[in-house]
């Protein structure tokens, strides 16, 4: 069976630190890949797509990036934090297909101070 | 642009009370449409969806009707359970890119016994 790994589940960090979160995925090949955000009182924003190796898509721009450098890993970085990076991060992954359901992890709580 | 609107929580019922939460969207063409569901500790999972107007997704006692006449899905449930208690989010296929899931806030529904 399809499994995702999201660490850490909390991370405290100071403004103007990098970050990396990492997700990976067992059991299946060629995943769609997907971060999302929620912050506090506002619905999932989904951050970047990826359908392959290499291969990210950014839905907004922003002050984090993304990559793909397997194909079940998905990493979120960033070269310096923002206050305003404070959140809860998903990933999740799908099967390629329109209206793939999508299997989420259990998310990362990101305190930016 | 696409949006989902959804019933603002938090929401705490009666056990075999009936569930009503509300969702509309605002989208251009003809979008699929999505229950999540977070059980507590737990990432996101699809509880039920439909993909086209009319149609009732249905899952676990809970349903749910595509009206394309007043752009809604709301979601309901005959019979609440303890175990029943999660955050739900509404959602939209947008269409664009790997399966571009635009969410809701999410409703907090607690069962009492």
């Known amino acids: 069976s399809q499994t995702i790994h999201q660490w850490p589940a909390t991370l405290v960090q100071p403004v103007g630190s990098p970050l990396s979160l990492e997700c990976t995925v067992e059991?299946?090949?060629?995943?769609?890949l997907y971060w999302y955000r929620q912050a506090a009182g506002r619905g999932l924003q989904l951050l970047f797509y990826?359908?392959?190796?290499?291969?990210i898509s950014s839905e907004v721009p922003q002050n984090l990036s993304a990559s793909r450098p397997q194909d079940r890993q998905f990493i979120l970085s960033s070269k310096k934090l923002l206050l305003s990076d404070s959140g809860f991060y998903l990933c999740?992954?799908?099967?390629?297909?329109?209206?793939?359901?999508?299997?989420f992890g259990n998310g990362t709580r990101l305190t930016v101070t | 642009g696409d949006s989902v609107t959804q019933m603002e929580g938090p929401v705490t019922l009666s056990k075999e009370a009936f569930l009503t939460i509300n969702c509309t969207y605002t989208?251009?063409?003809?979008?699929?449409l999505f229950w999540y569901v977070q059980y507590p500790g737990e990432g996101l999972q699809l509880l039920l969806k439909?993909?086209?107007?009319?149609d009732k997704g249905s899952n676990k006692g809970f349903e749910a009707t595509y009206r394309k006449e007043t752009t809604s899905f709301h979601l309901e449930k005959g019979s609440v359970q303890v175990s029943d208690s999660a955050v739900y989010f509404c959602?939209?296929?947008?269409?664009?890119?790997?399966?571009?899931?635009?969410f809701g806030t999410g409703t907090r529904l607690t069962v009492i016994p």
């Open positions: 999740a992954w799908s099967e390629t297909g329109r209206d793939s359901p999508l299997h």
């Open positions: 059991g299946t090949s060629n995943p769609n």
């Open positions: 990826s359908v392959g190796i290499g291969q």
């Open positions: 989208a251009t063409g003809y979008p699929s």
């Open positions: 439909a993909t086209k107007a009319d």
């Open positions: 959602a939209l296929n947008k269409q664009t890119g790997a399966n571009n899931l635009f």
